[in-house]
């Protein structure tokens, strides 16, 4: 699918989804540098996947030593062709009682950081002939979901970025995607789901394929949009939902 000389940054690529798709991207051959903040989840993963992987210790939420960063990553693997924005975080709370830091912290993890990371990797790209940006969004940012103003806000605006970098770069050989996951199976979410059973069937019955999805369904449609079976797709916010945002 891809040639083994590629190389690709996965944003929180040492556990959840991120690691799904890290361990998609090494086992296609695709070189993985992780980025994260817990060194000993980013040391096990390493171990996990090998010489097709390696990682850096990074607090991404530091935007002014961004460009330092990817400058040192240039220099230490080569040319960067994939980038990968999954690291993000989460908060579930009532609207009224969301404080204007506690918005701005989601806000600036989930989106300040995807924008300064993607320009400062497309930087890198641009001089090397191009490459191709995937953001990791959410259903979040096509419902009308309670408690997670920030996180919704976040998403929408990452959205809307993939499309805005995609005009802006399409000239200069770099495709920009998202991925929007729908309810993804984790031991977090299914214990959540069990605990709620109204929500749970809630969520089975709008989902058409009638389950959750497994993180390494998203992984492989990752894998897809990055690769050079996806040469002419850009501009795409792919849901893997089983169908449950056109479901009824």
């Known amino acids: 699918m891809i040639t083994p000389s590629k190389t690709a940054i996965?944003?929180?690529g040492a556990s959840g989804l991120g690691k799904a798709i890290t361990r998609a991207f090494t086992e296609a051959g695709i070189f993985t540098i992780i980025i994260g903040r817990d060194r000993e989840k980013l040391d096990a993963a390493r171990e996990e996947f090998g010489d097709k992987c390696s990682y850096e210790a990074f607090d991404l939420t530091d935007t002014q030593q961004i460009p330092a960063l990817v400058d040192s990553l240039e220099e230490k693997y080569g040319t960067l062709n994939i980038l990968v924005n999954n690291a993000g975080i989460h908060l579930k709370k009532l609207a009224l009682e969301t404080t204007d830091e506690e918005f701005q912290t989601i806000i600036h993890t989930n989106q300040n950081v995807v924008f300064a990371l993607s320009r400062e990797v497309a930087k890198k790209m641009v001089k090397h002939g191009g490459g191709t940006i995937l953001n990791i969004s959410s259903m979040a940012a096509?419902?009308?979901?309670?408690?997670?103003i920030g996180y919704t806000a976040a998403k929408s605006a990452v959205e809307g970025m993939t499309r805005a970098l995609t005009v802006e770069w399409a000239p200069k050989a770099i495709r920009v995607n998202a991925i929007a996951p729908g309810f993804i199976y984790s031991q977090m979410s299914a214990k959540a789901l069990d605990n709620d059973p109204e929500r749970k069937q809630k969520v089975f019955s709008r989902t058409p394929m009638g389950r959750m999805g497994q993180p390494e369904e998203v992984a492989s449609a990752a894998l897809f949009l990055v690769s050079d079976?996806?040469?002419y797709i850009t501009g795409v916010v792919l849901p893997v939902d089983g169908g449950n945002s056109i479901g009824f």
């Open 229 to 231: 079976a996806a040469s």
């Open 10 to 12: 996965v944003t929180g």
């Open 142 to 148: 096509h419902y009308g979901i309670p408690q997670v």
